[in-house]
């Protein structure tokens, strides 16, 4: 009887591995960890006096809309979020997450509300046969021009002397010169009325107040669309997160459809495909099996842990109710049938 070397044999064994590694092929799947996000987020900041309104779709990879919002000088705002009596935080789209309440804007609308009314009894008073009360209106109204020129020319060289030693900015003292100059310009408008009704030139003065009229109409419905503007409404329907940053007012989080982050080695993330079947368990917590496919993979290099990975985006299936951002979960990606030669190969 022969006998046949431990040596020869285990040889024999290894070349028979090797050989029919190059035919045989396994179904292929790469375990790696990932971390739970929300698919879409609402960022209310405010950075240095501008408020600034972000939608972050986490699953696409961008900002989808953004809303900066800067205050007049010396405007007093005011963030008042809505008072959710249910404590849960839950809010559906559409409905108001909170209000930015502008001083500004609401002593513009005040003034302009009252000059309306006062072009419209105008209008009344130059309509009807009462020459004399007419000609009292234009005396007063001019009046009121030439204090008003006389209180804003007094702002603007105050702010000419700020605006030469460079403490205040081009825009705030070409703001304040343009009220001045708006200002010397109602004196002359004055005049000119109080000199129309005087002489009896009725219909162009009628005319010329019917187009102060629509002037102020038309300035206080952009001061309420502005209004209406700082009204924030909910993109989405989600849950409102408390904000730990200085500069973060509020935080609205899709708490409906949520995605899982992987981290994959840059050596086999091209063998990551979109639509890709994608199995999750939830570490530490007895939840069922998460489902769901690979989204997007991202087209830059992030270094962890000293390692060059890239980012596999997995949009989640089922399961929304049962997950909370920050989880970590045990993905599972369905690659495919592989030669097993060619699986060897990658780890080396």
Known sequence: MIKVRPAIFIVVLIILVFLSSYFLELDYKINIYGKVYPAKEFFIMNQGGVFSFKLIDYLFGFITDETVYRPERGDIVQFQIKNFNNMNWIINKGDTIGIFLSSYIKQKIKELKGELAYSVAELNYYQSPQKDAIIELAKEKLSYAKRDYKHKKRIYERSKELYEKELIS????????????????????????????????????????????????????????????????????GKIL?????????????????????????????????????????????????????????????????????????????????????????????VGRRKIISILFRYF
Not at 204 to 220: S, Y
Not at 302 to 320: A, C, D, S, T, Y
Request: charge should be neutral.
């Open 170 to 237: 081009e825009e705030e003292f070409d703001i304040i010169k343009n009220d001045k100059d708006l200002a010397e310009i109602n004196i002359r408008i004055a005049e000119a009325e109080l000199k129309n009704v005087s002489t009896g030139e009725k219909p162009e003065l009628i005319d010329m107040t019917r187009d102060k009229i629509n002037k102020f109409r038309t300035m206080l419905d952009e001061l309420e669309k502005q209004k209406e503007l700082l009204y924030i409404k909910a993109p989405f329907s």
């Open 242 to 334: 408390p904000a730990y940053s200085a500069d973060t007012l509020c935080i609205l989080m899709d708490n409906q459809n949520f995605i899982i982050v992987v981290p994959i080695d840059i050596k086999i993330s091209h063998e990551i495909k979109k639509g890709m079947e994608v199995k999750a368990k939830i570490v530490g917590k007895r939840t069922r099996t998460l489902f769901g496919e690979v989204s997007r993979i991202s087209d830059e290099v992030v270094v962890l842990n000293g390692k060059q990975k890239r980012l596999v985006f997995v949009e989640i299936h089922n399961g929304m109710n049962e997950l909370i951002k920050g989880m970590i979960a045990k993905c599972s990606i369905k």
